[in-house]
């Protein structure tokens, strides 16, 4: 009987056709009931999604709650990070998404530990190095969704995926109906027979060997009790279900003989790619960009030059303007495929990291001046 892996977690856009404060107003009760939910039940776990700026973003309402938080990521029930926002994956540039792990990453620090798994479920397709971005990050593996195709990219979901030069790989777990698959999981004969049985049929044209069915959808609270719903489910259905992890499922696959895929994930074979938006709300798309370059290409090398010669100013102010572009980055903000009010809150954050970027410029170069004491005819060019 074919052994598969049942993983509770949330996808929590931050904001889509609803801004992020709507968002936060349902986190303060989703994010509420989960940690009582895991506290209740040590042997119960939980994703949530992927991304920390949720978590920050919830920390900010119930700062006492930071311990019990720390209590759970290091009992291995609450999974969080590594990335910071939810990236797009084809629209941004590579270094984007790579400081989106690194402060993803960094910022897990005060929470204890982090998912050491690229998590995109929901991201509009995938360009063809993001291989050699995760490596760069420590990260050994992702976990996707949109752009496969499968019996034409790779035979089975699970593979590794290599860069362009083949020097690099990681493994990949596609999710092939998506991360809603085992979403409101039910120990009916009812949803296993018309829902769940039916999933998995589906993945096993694809795979001889154990399955990962995600359990969770788009802003949907922890299912409770998940062990004994599991357990019921396991005596209805015809597969052997089980409470698993990702990373208890990556360790089975990595223990396979695995083929191998080179290139991009662009298909919408399996799921919609929305290759249109790559027009939408081109105004924001410039800006980004343009904000994206003002930061890679000035205010980071003109705060190492800064730094060499004894001009100090904080990192944290750089990390400031990355986390609001890299929120204005996220899969559906990046995209344009939201709301008006959403689309003005992002425009203003990208404001407001751009305020960031020209005051670090300013002042390090009026401390440059002053440093090499230039004359009133001088000029100072970087």
């Known amino acids: 009987m074919t052994n598969v892996h049942i993983v509770n977690h949330t996808h929590w856009d931050r904001e889509w056709y609803f801004t992020s404060m709507d968002a936060l107003v349902l986190s303060d009760q989703l994010f509420s009931d989960a940690i009582d939910e895991l506290k209740q039940h040590p042997e119960a776990s939980f994703v949530l999604d992927g991304q920390l700026s949720i978590l920050d973003d919830y920390l900010a309402l119930y700062p006492e709650k930071l311990s019990e938080i720390k209590t759970l990521v290091a009992d291995k029930q609450l999974f969080i990070g590594p990335w910071y926002t939810q990236s797009d994956a084809f629209y941004t540039s590579g270094e984007a998404v790579l400081r989106n792990a690194m402060i993803g990453i960094f910022e897990s620090k005060k929470y204890g530990d982090y998912m050491s798994i690229g998590y995109l479920p929901d991201t509009f397709g995938f360009n063809a190095q993001i291989p050699v971005i995760l490596k760069e990050a420590g990260l050994e593996s992702v976990i996707m969704w949109r752009g496969l195709h499968l019996n034409k990219h790779v035979k089975s979901p699970y593979f590794k995926w290599v860069s362009l030069n083949g020097k690099t790989e990681v493994t990949a777990l596609n999710l092939p109906q998506g991360y809603g698959t085992g979403m409101l999981l039910e120990p009916t004969m009812e949803y296993v027979d018309g829902r769940l049985d039916p999933a998995v049929d589906f993945i096993k044209q694809y795979t001889d060997g154990e399955i990962l069915i995600p359990s969770g959808n788009d802003q949907l609270a922890i299912i409770h009790d998940f062990s004994n719903k599991v357990e019921q489910i396991k005596q209805l259905g015809k597969y052997d279900y089980k409470v698993s992890t990702y990373q208890d499922f990556l360790a089975y696959v990595n223990e396979q003989t695995l083929e191998t895929y ?88 990208l404001k407001e990291a751009q305020e960031i970027c020209d005051s670090i410029e300013n002042t390090i170069m009026k401390q440059l001046a002053d440093a090499l004491d230039l004359k009133p005819n001088e000029l100072l060019i970087v």
Not at 308 to 334: F, P
């Open 262 to 349: 080179r290139g991009e994930f662009r298909e919408p074979v399996l799921a919609r790619v929305h290759k249109t938006i790559g027009s939408v709300r081109m105004d924001l798309k410039q800006m980004i960009f343009h904000l994206e370059d003002h930061l890679v290409q000035r205010i980071e090398p003109l705060t190492v030059i800064a730094d060499q010669i004894g001009i100090k100013l904080s990192n944290r102010l750089l990390m400031q303007a990355w986390k609001k572009l890299l929120e204005s980055q996220a899969h559906d903000s990046l995209a344009g495929c939201v709301s008006d009010s959403v689309a003005e809150d992002i425009k203003h954050r």
